[in-house]
């Protein structure tokens, strides 16, 4: 496994990649955990070489300390690429990434302004620069997100698809432990008490996700089942509403589209995220 700390050392590796072999790359920020494994193992099914990253983008923290407490866990990291076969890892400095000078931004858009967009302003604006930085240094054929950052994820396709770029965007499935929260970096930021309120997270998309399944095509009623959850909990709801999978704006009734629940809550300082798919809405 190669480990590639600089432009160059990845610009050299990348040259001796046969043309006729296709590069899945799969970006992370470290602190992998079991749904990245996941993740990885699901990316090495669909090209010949893997591609990871590791970099904590500072672009997409609005809080110091958020930036400053994110886990680092590299040699873990590298013990689990290992083992899932990652054929190379990039770990770009910050003065790699950002040389001395560096201006350009990306604008995410408008999808960006809302939900995680509208909880941590900018961050979104700070993801696609990197993932586009990304891209056009790795030049892989295939990329993965994870569908538990449904926004990020949603962002991502929309990029690859506004400025043609060249690389097929796939969705890995979000991964749970057994009570149902969905694995995250930020977890172990969690005492042992909030780890078991954090559940209320999972518990309110189930609601919205029993409710559309009793014929409840309501996006506001399915918004306060999910709301009605966090009346008793610790847990600051940021938001807790449907959005179409299309566009991810608010879900309209009578629109044929696919919906998602999705949820975003701070408990003990961590902000914690989630989303579930409810299901298909036809035309009325």
Same mark, same amino acid.
């Given at each position: 496994m190669?480990?590639?700390?600089?432009?160059?050392?990845?610009?050299?590796?990348?040259?001796?990649?046969?043309?006729?072999?296709?590069?899945v790359f799969v970006p992370t920020m470290g602190a992998l955990h079991l749904g990245h494994q996941s993740l990885l193992?699901?990316?090495?099914?669909?090209?010949?070489?893997?591609?990871?990253?590791?970099?904590?983008?500072?672009?997409?923290?609005?809080r110091e300390n958020d930036l400053l407490n994110y886990p680092k866990t590299m040699d873990a990291d590298l013990a689990m690429l290992q083992g899932v076969g990652a054929h190379a890892v990039y770990r770009p400095t910050t003065e790699d990434m950002y040389p001395e000078g560096y201006q350009v931004r990306i604008s995410a858009?408008?999808?960006?302004?809302?939900?995680?967009?509208?909880?941590?302003?900018g961050h979104f604006d700070g993801m696609v620069t990197v993932v586009h930085k990304l891209f056009q240094r790795c030049q892989p054929q295939h990329a993965v997100f994870g569908q538990k950052d449904a926004q990020q994820l949603f962002l991502v396709q929309r990029m690859v698809e506004d400025l043609d770029m060249d690389v097929q965007v796939h969705a890995a499935k979000t991964w749970?432990?057994?009570?149902?929260?969905?694995?995250?970096?930020?977890?172990?930021?969690?005492?042992?008490? @909030?780890?078991?309120?954090?559940?209320?997270?999972?518990? =309110?998309? !189930?609601?919205?996700? /029993? *409710?559309?399944?009793?014929?409840?095509?309501?996006?506001?009623?399915?918004?306060?089942s999910m709301?009605?959850?966090?009346?008793?909990?610790?847990?600051?709801?940021?938001? @807790?509403?449907?959005?179409?999978?299309?566009?991810?704006? =608010?879900? !309209?009734?009578?629109? /044929? *589209?696919?919906?998602?629940?999705?949820?975003g809550a701070r408990?003990?300082?961590?902000?914690?995220?989630?989303?579930l798919e409810l299901g298909q809405v036809p035309n009325s």
């Open positions: 190669h480990l590639l700390d600089s432009q160059e050392q990845l610009r050299r590796w990348r040259r001796g990649i046969p043309a006729t072999s296709s590069v193992e699901y990316a090495s099914t669909l090209g010949d070489v893997l591609l990871v990253s590791i970099f904590v983008n500072p672009l997409q923290f609005e858009g408008p999808a960006a302004l809302r939900f995680e967009g509208a909880a941590r302003p749970r432990e057994p009570d149902g929260l969905a694995f995250s970096s930020r977890n172990v930021h969690l005492s042992e008490k @909030a780890r078991q309120q954090a559940t209320v997270l999972h518990r =309110a998309l !189930q609601a919205a996700k /029993a *409710a559309f399944d009793n014929g409840c095509h309501d996006p506001q009623a399915l918004g306060q709301r009605h959850c966090f009346e008793h909990s610790p847990a600051k709801l940021a938001y @807790a509403d449907v959005i179409s999978d299309t566009d991810f704006e =608010a879900a !309209q009734p009578g629109v /044929a *589209a696919t919906w998602r629940a999705v949820i408990l003990e300082g961590v902000h914690l995220l989630d989303n």
